[in-house]
């Protein structure tokens, strides 16, 4: 790793896009800091905020994360750092989805339904 | 956290049998895992069939044949557990995992290097070491903690063979005027090695736990970082 000390986060909220323009993608929020579980907050964010690896995960629901923080140069030097990553979630596998439904089933059958 | 750190990361410890020829940056990007960008500017210190290393911008990768570390100073933190969790449920699902730790670990500096020795102070007082002590007290900067460790075997949120280690030192990386502190939370997860599906149930462990265990060992540095002025 570089000739950064890293980013030290001071806030960070977890998100997903909700709606995706020209310029610009729309989304919802929960603050990660502060510990809440749902989203309270909405969010415009340009497209230009976001890496260019990042830009072709931007669809309908993916979440991501936004940390607003200090990054420090090895030289100790200090500047604040607007940073939103897009998370790359592990995949659902087909043992995944045979589970999932097998508990349904157990579910609904538990329900008499 | 009350002070805001100079470093902060997250490591995640894997133990189990690896083959680290293969770990490169070039795998992990032809398997999805990283970017091609970030694949392409990585830093290969070695890949050989007993110790491969790289860097990345956010990540660095140690691996040997029976423990790998994944290491992170950039938030957020979370990448690190999605990358672990990805590689060992979508690609090397038949590696033997045995157990894993997460390390949440912070330099910090306190205003004086006085705060730093209160802090050692309280942690370690020298007054249960009798002569021993007095002579500690007497030597002033010259004399007292240089490292502690406290461990929790066996914590109650945990399966059998867990543990938490806590350790406080000073820094040797920040506040070299006598005021750098580093501490750092080892959580330590077990499990049976004898189940031949020991990786699913490390990733699955792995995945559950990182968030709660990562904010548990910042209220744990955080009180560390409230000695200064207690």
Do not use: E, S, Y
């Given at each position: 790793m570089s000739r950064s000390t890293g980013l030290v986060a001071l806030q960070e909220w977890e998100g997903y896009v909700i709606e995706i323009g020209e310029d610009e993608f729309v989304s919802r929020l929960w603050d990660i800091t502060a510990g809440a579980k749902r989203e309270e907050e909405e969010a415009t964010i340009p497209l230009e905020e976001i890496s260019e690896e990042d830009?072709?995960?931007?669809?309908?629901?993916s979440i991501f994360r936004w940390v607003i923080g200090y990054q420090r140069s090895v030289a100790g030097n200090r500047r604040r750092v607007s940073e939103v990553v897009f998370r790359d979630l592990p995949v659902l596998t087909q043992a995944d989805w045979d589970e999932a439904r097998e508990w349904a089933i157990e579910t609904r059958r538990l329900l008499g339904l | 956290m009350r002070i805001e750190p100079d470093i902060s990361g997250v490591a995640i410890v894997l133990l189990g049998h690896f083959n680290p020829a293969i770990l490169t940056p070039a795998w992990f990007a032809m398997h999805g895992l990283l970017s091609d960008s970030t694949a392409e500017s990585a830093t290969l210190g070695v890949a050989h069939p007993d110790v491969t290393e790289f860097s990345t911008e956010w990540l660095r990768l140690r691996a040997r044949s029976d423990q790998m570390e994944l290491y992170t100073?950039?938030?957020?933190?979370i990448r690190l557990r999605d990358f672990a969790v990805r590689t060992f449920r979508e690609h090397l699902f038949h590696t033997p995992l045995k157990a894993f730790g997460i390390n949440r670990f912070v330099h910090f500096k306190v205003r004086t290097p006085a705060e730093r020795i209160h802090i050692g102070a309280l942690l370690a007082p020298k007054s249960p070491w009798g002569k021993w002590g007095q002579a500690l007290e007497n030597a002033g900067s010259r004399g007292g903690m240089t490292s502690l460790t406290m461990t929790l075997f066996g914590p109650d949120d945990q399966p059998a063979g867990g543990q938490v280690n806590v350790t406080v030192e000073p820094s040797n990386l920040v506040g070299k005027d006598g005021t750098g502190v580093f501490a750092v939370v080892n959580d330590h997860y077990g499990t049976n090695t004898d189940d031949p599906g020991s990786a699913a149930h490390v990733v699955e462990s792995l995945e559950a736990n990182f968030e709660s265990s990562t904010s548990h060992s910042e209220e744990i540095i955080d009180h560390v970082m409230s000695l200064s002025s207690a």
């Open positions: 830009r072709d995960k931007i669809r309908l629901g | 100073v950039q938030a957020p933190h």
